[in-house]
């Protein structure tokens, strides 16, 4: 499967937007339920292929 140039550049901004939200939460700046409303927000907002496959899963 061949990726665009646009998908390919919502992949990586959701990616690096979630790494933002996942810092913030383990630095106790917001709370699980914040980080699953930002990760909802970034995947409508996004559409990842990738962050879609893996929504919920943990990245490490």
């Known amino acids: 499967m061949e990726v665009s140039k646009e998908q390919f550049r919502a992949e990586r901004l959701y990616l690096m937007s979630l790494s933002v939200a996942k810092s913030m939460l ?3 700046v917001i ?3 914040e980080f699953m409303q930002i990760d909802t927000i970034l995947r ?3 559409r990842p292929i990738l962050g879609t496959l893996l929504a919920g899963k943990p990245l490490i």
């Open 26 to 28: 383990e630095k106790g």
């Open 31 to 33: 709370s699980e339920g």
């Open 44 to 46: 409508e907002k996004y």
